[in-house]
């Protein structure tokens, strides 16, 4: 029986988490509901917790506080993706509870899941049960429910609910149940609980390096398993509001704050870091949010803008071990003002970047998630006081939006661009003469005028909103839809485009990607030349993997 964890054991139990998480990332991979190449997130939580289970096993410690505080700060900077962002937050919480404890038992760690649980749900407006949420909160259930005084037996009662749980989740939301699906990211937290309770028996871990993400290409080198299209939600609130608050009393809670906010909108997420509190929510009234939040402290880089929310899963293509785009980076160049950085795939599109002044190019996007670590190492590389970041990818944006926590030496400034097309008007949008808030503001409207969409492979059969679609079929998407299904690539591409254009398009950008042939391209581009005489039709190399054509209409 253990009656007590110490910082030894906790460390091997994060090793062991990590190696199991790892070993599974394929199977969490294919629960994506999204039948695209480009949700993994199995690869996305399994990058994250490895970052935390490297930080261990390079070092020893004297205290479960310690490790747990490790732990936080690590899946905090190496967070990819919405999925690992959470996964961060309910550490951060653990972490908490921990905070100055020698050893750790049955009431220490229940009271520590409970509070992790507690945490990640304070991220956001409104969390969406049959969720990774709803299984964390279950298993802090278990864990406070537990009487005994054996921790490997509490951790057992834990599994035990959590699995029972995330059964459920098959119907407690439309999309999975259509799938047959249970929840992948709330499958990733138990292959990570399922390896804490693997190391309860002593035995020394050692640390598997994670293997690298496939970059998924047409042959459908991918998870067989059909799935269904993850729908998105109509919006409901007009206005994005972000802003930080530089707290009045460092020991002040924003529980009130969050209070007093959390019925005017959605998608809210408040971090309180001690000093600051982060504020992230959609509302139709903005007026009354910053109210509210002027009551706790001094606002800074605010921003209230229009902003579609929408959640997927993205692949992860950097290997472990390999350095991350963000190491590789060039040596700090002499301090400026004002420095812009951007994500993006591919040699072209990197380059398009280069040649709008953008000052960094952090490698990643459609088919790799750069990490928080990655873009804060991209950040400090410009030795700028402040720095715009263009994310080019929904979900990259809340990973992007760490950073602002983990720098002390110059302002962040995310400009919440969902697409590399939204990316490139925002940098098109650059004006010297003004300050960066106004700048990133600018920058964010420029990206709202534009409408983007892709063509891509279905991964895998399945069947979306009355379309059958087969493994290998072209898939055009607009506005996180799928809005074109065939096996002809271009009478896709050509359908898409005419999905998004109007008798008012002016602009009708096309970036080939890599598997896009020259023949391909050249017969696209005479055919939308003659359909559209009266706009600008324009046909760029991007060189993007994954994606056949990256597309803007302006």
Known sequence: MINQIDAALLRNMVLSAANNLSANKDAVDALNVFPVPDGDTGTNMGLTFMNAAKEVEANTYASVSDVASAVAKATLRGARGNSGVILSQIFRGISKVLKGLETAGVSELAAAL???????????????????????RKCAQAAQEYEGEDVEAMMEAVIAKGNRTLAKTTQMLPQLQQAGVVDAGGQGLMFVLEGFTMALDGRDVVLN???????????????????????????????????????????????GLRTAIEGKGDCMLIIDEEEIVKVHIHTNNPGYVLEQAVKLGEMVNIKIDNMKHQHSSIINGEKAGEPSPAEEAAPAAPEKELAIISVAAGEGLAQTFRDLNIDGIIEGGQTMNPSTEDILAAANATNAKNVIILPNNKNIILS??????????????????????????????FSPELGPEELAKAMEEAAKA????????????????????????????????????????????????????????EVISVYQGSDATEEDAAALEERLCEAYPDADVLFYDGGQPVYYYLISVE
Do not use: W
């Open 209 to 255: 390096a994670m293997p690298g993400a496939k970059s998924a290409h047409a042959d459908g080198a991918q998870p067989e398993n059909a799935q269904q299209a993850l729908k998105t939600e109509d919006i409901k609130f007009t206005y994005c509001t972000e802003f930080i608050v530089n707290k009045y009393d460092p020991s002040a809670s924003a529980d």
């Open 450 to 505: 534009v409408k983007s969409g892709s063509v891509t492979f279905a991964v895998r059969d399945t069947s979306i909103d009355g379309m059958d679609i087969a493994k290998g079929n072209y898939l055009g998407l607009s506005g996180g839809k799928i809005a074109a299904v065939g096996e002809d690539l271009n009478e896709i591409t050509a359908k898409l485009i005419a999905e998004m254009a109007d008798g008012d398009s």
């Open 400 to 429: 992007a939006e760490q950073v602002q926590y983990l720098t002390e030496d110059r302002k962040i400034f995310v400009v919440p661009t969902r697409s590399v097309p939204e990316g490139i008007a925002a940098a098109m949008a």
């Open 114 to 136: 409970k509070t992790g649980s507690d945490t990640a749900y304070s991220a956001v407006m409104k969390p969406t049960e049959g969720t990774i949420l709803t299984v964390i």
